[in-house]
Structure formats: structure tokens, C-alpha cells
């Protein structure tokens, strides 16, 4: 499917449910007027302390929590496809040496693979669009408050606000809630289903982090066991289509708790279901009217909390690695939206 069908099935689904916007207002930043890092203002030398404690650890290892990027990876339906020339090996005339290079022909670096969301990823409008007319971005809001004018003055102006070299190192603990065993009982999240608020509280308690909770600067880490089906090379076309995620309570139980970056082993970040691409399905019971993709909405306009998606969970998982120290570092790649992004998490294995 093209994206323009895609945004066009999605149009017809949002106007179906309700044809008024929840929520189209942006409040200010808890950190004042001009704010551009979000929950990022969490991170300092109380997260790296945290951090340092799984660090010291003499039985800890560590673990990659991205996937191989190449050419015959799972993409994402919403950016163009990932393609890179690889070049033959050269050489300099008069010397001795060889050497090889590669470059990117086509395709959004920072939209496929594990990647990550710059806060101006997503604006909200005041009202539904009907897909009718020019896109009305200039009504567009941001995080904090920004208008389109802020971010994006010009169609092809990189954004001067919000934009991903914005993002400090991020440097903190991160815990890992295993979905997949708590909710699926062993067997991978169906899609379509969230994890909601009392399921976080559920699985902190489940895997004995009650007490700990989550902290301010925390990284969450959902497992559902979605990420069991990225395959390359994507031969079968599947990951992509559907999936599990996150409740809509569950965005707000994760601002609460200031929460400074979420990633689940799944696609979309928000749940979708059996048919939610083709517009023939709609969002989990909850969502806002008018906001499908109700997670990134109030992530990235109203809580300033960043997003990872398509997180390699698996083995942090397999080994009960429930609180880590992780480190991830988008490429500061100026007035980008989005980036490609290499997380690490260095813990202890439980067994």
C-alpha cells in the first residue's frame, strides 16, 4: 500500500470515530517557556549514578538493542525504503593503499530500523482534516507550545526547534518490563492489544520491582514479544502490518512518573490492529477521537518523552535483565525528525 493510501485509510477511520480532536491543545513545558528537552531535563548526575551501580557490577554484560540495518530489513510502510550502495574497494594512485566506502541512494535513515523520534516529530492540529485541500500545517502546535512558524517556517526547512541533535546523551537506568511473559503467558502480545497502566504496575510487581518503581529519567523497556518476528531478510512482509503497544493510560501513568524515553520491540509504538492500516479496524478502546496514533501524540506534543522503535529486547529478556544501565545516542543530524539510533544496556543476568 502507498502512503498516501495509507494516510488516506487512516483519515477515513479517524472521521468515522469522531470527527472532533481530543486534546489539541499543547501545554507548557513543566520546564519553562523555550523548553526543547522534554523529559531530557531528568538526566543528569542522579541518573548516571543510578547507572553506575549496574555498571560496578561484576557479573554484568552487555547487550545490543538495535538490529542489523541493511537493505533487506523489515521498513516501515511510513518512510521511504532504506537503500545503500556499497561501493568497490579503490585505491590512491602512487601509495599502497585500499579502501571501501558505501553511500545512501534513497530511503529515511532516521525512520527505518531501530529509530528514534526527535520531540518535533509530531505537531497536532485544532481540528480533524478531512484530506480535502492543502494540508493546513501552518495551524500546526508543538510540544511546549511551539507553532509551525517555530518549527518549520518552510516546507523543506529543516526544523529549528525540537529537532533531534536537540537530545542530550542519554545516560540512565533503564527498566525492562517482559509483556510477553506477564500478558501473553510465554507467547507473543497480539495485535491490536496495549499494555495499559495497571499492567506496568502488574509486571513491576510480577518481576519484584514494586518498591523501585519507575524513577524520574528512567528508560522503559516493554517486551511484547512483537520483535520475535523481525526477520532478515524480510522475506514474508509480516512485521510490519500489525502489532501490540501501548495503552493510552498507560502514556499518561509513564509522564507521570517522568518517564524520559519509552521503546517497545514493536513497529508503531501504539498498538495496531488486524486491519488498522487498511482503515477497516480501528484503535484500542480508550483512544482519543481523532488521534490514532494516540502514544505518539501525547509522547511528543504534550509530554515530551522520546520513543525508540523497533528495540532488540529479546535477549535482555531471555536473561531477566530487569534494571540496566543504558546508554543511546542519536546521530545529531541537524533539524532531522528522527534518527537511527544503537542503544546499549550493560546489566547483570538474573539466571
Not at 58 to 77: D, F, G, H, I, W
Not at 107 to 128: C, K, N, R, S, Y
Not at 317 to 326: E, F, H, I, L, R
Request: some cysteine; glycine content about 12%; hydrophobic content about 40%.
Amino acid at each position: 500500500m502507498s502512503i498516501s493510501r495509507l494516510l488516506l485509510a487512516f483519515a477515513t477511520a479517524s472521521t468515522v470515530v469522531s470527527a472532533a480532536v481530543a486534546q489539541t491543545a499543547t501545554p507548557p513545558s513543566r520546564w519553562g517557556a523555550g523548553d526543547e528537552l522534554g523529559m531530557a531535563n531528568t538526566l543528569g548526575p542522579a541518573t548516571w549514578q543510578r547507572c553506575a551501580q549496574a555498571l560496578a557490577n561484576p557479573k554484568a554484560k552487555s547487550y545490543e538493542v538495535s538490529y542489523l540495518r541493511s537493505n533487506t530489513m523489515p521498513q516501515s510502510p511510513f518512510g521511504v525504503p532504506l537503500r545503500d550502495k556499497y561501493r568497490p574497494t579503490v585505491g590512491i594512485p602512487g601509495t599502497v593503499h585500499a579502501f571501501n566506502g558505501e553511500e545512501t541512494v534513497s530511503g529515511e535513515p532516521g525512520a527505518q530500523g531501530t529509530q528514534m523520534d526527535a520531540i518535533g516529530h509530531f505537531a497536532v492540529l485544532p481540528e480533524v482534516w478531512d484530506g480535502k485541500g492543502d494540508f493546513p500545517g501552518d495551524k500546526a502546535t508543538y510540544y511546549g507550545g511551539y507553532k509551525q512558524s517555530d518549527i518549520k517556517p518552510t516546507p523543506d526547512s529543516p526544523l529549528q526547534k525540537l529537532g533531534i541533535e536537540k537530545v542530550p546523551p542519554i545516560v540512565t537506568t533503564a527498566v525492562l518490563l517482559d509483556a510477553k511473559a506477564y500478558l501473553g503467558k510465554g507467547k507473543a502480545m497480539q495485535p491490536g492489544e496495549a499494555v495499559t497502566a495497571k499492567d506496568i504496575e502488574g509486571m513491576l510487581k510480577a518481576q519484584g520491582l514494586e518498591s523501585r518503581g519507575l524513577l524520574p529519567g528512567d528508560v522503559l523497556y516493554i517486551y511484547t514479544g512483537w520483535g520475535d518476528n523481525w526477520k532478515d531478510p524480510d522475506t514474508e512482509k509480516f512485521y510490519y502490518t500489525k502489532g501490540p503497544g501501548l495503552a493510552y493510560d498507560a502514556a499518561k501513568y509513564i509522564e507521570e512518573k517522568q518517564v524520559v524515553l519509552l521503546a517497545l520491540d514493536n513497529p508503531f509504538t501504539d498498538p495496531v490492529a488486524d486491519g488498522f492500516l487498511a482503515g477497516t479496524a480501528g484503535p484500542p478502546a480508550g483512544t482519543p477521537p481523532g488521534l490514532p496514533f494516540a502514544i505518539h501524540h501525547h509522547d511528543l506534543t504534550q509530554a515530551g518523552i522520546y520513543q525508540i522503535q523497533n528495540a532488540n529486547l529479546g535477549a535482555l529478556a531471555n536473561d531477566k535483565v530487569w534494571v540496566s544501565c543504558t546508554m543511546i545516542l542519536p546521530l545529531r543530524a541537524q533539524g532531522n525528525a528522527g534518527s537511527p539510533v544503537r542503544p546499549v544496556a550493560i546489566g547483570a543476568p538474573a539466571q
